[in-house]
């Protein structure tokens, strides 16, 4: 139970960096964060390897460029959705 809140507290910071380094928001608040972060670093781990520090089960690095890109695709997707 502890692993499991300690993922979502690195997935949370993981999608609140990425989001302030792209300077744009995921839409739900803290809850996207930690989405943007768990997916970011899913996908960055899958594509990109397990290498940097690890911290929470993630490695860091891959995490955090997985989490941009999710950013940016969901900040994409949603503005382009909604300005028509």
Same mark, same amino acid.
């Given at each position: 139970? &502890? /692993?499991? @809140?300690?993922?979502?507290?690195?997935? $949370?910071?993981? !999608? *609140?960096? $990425? *989001?302030?380094? #792209?300077?744009?928001? +995921? =839409?739900?608040?803290? &809850? %996207?964060? @930690?989405? %943007? !972060? +768990? #997916?970011g $670093?899913? +996908? %960055?781990?899958?594509? +990109?390897? *397990?290498?940097? =520090? @690890?911290?929470? !089960?993630? $490695?860091?690095? =891959?995490?955090?460029? !997985?989490? @941009?890109?999710?950013?940016?695709?969901? *900040?994409? &997707?949603?503005?382009?959705?909604? /300005? =028509?």
């Amino acid at each position: 139970m &502890l /692993h499991f @809140i300690w993922v979502l507290i690195v997935g $949370a910071v993981i !999608g *609140s960096l $990425a *989001s302030a380094l #792209v300077n744009r928001d +995921l =839409p739900m608040g803290w &809850l %996207g964060n @930690i989405f %943007g !972060g +768990l #997916v970011g $670093a899913w +996908l %960055g781990e899958r594509f +990109l390897g *397990s290498w940097g =520090p @690890i911290i929470g !089960g993630m $490695a860091i690095v =891959p995490a955090l460029v !997985g989490a @941009i890109v999710v950013v940016l695709l969901t *900040s994409w &997707l949603f503005n382009k959705t909604q /300005h =028509p």
